[in-house]
């Protein structure tokens, strides 16, 4: 079932490099590296989430507080 093969959760340092490369693969104006670490680890109102699909990131979010 695809339904409990997907996982929403919160992003970790570990999942910077998928993140690039998904930003690289779906946007025009992509985040770069220091962009996810910001709203990762420094921007106090933001939290980033990652979806996975059979271990893989296939997309992510980012909420405010």
Known sequence: ???N???LRPATEK???SLVELEKLCFVAP???EGIEYELN???VSNLYVLEYQ?????NTT???
């Open 42 to 44: 420094e921007n106090p």
């Open 31 to 33: 985040w770069n590296k």
């Open 15 to 17: 999942d910077i490099p």
């Open 63 to 65: 909420c405010g507080n």
């Open 5 to 7: 093969s997907v996982e």
């Open 55 to 59: 271990n893989q990131i296939v997309g």
């Open 1 to 3: 079932n695809m339904i």
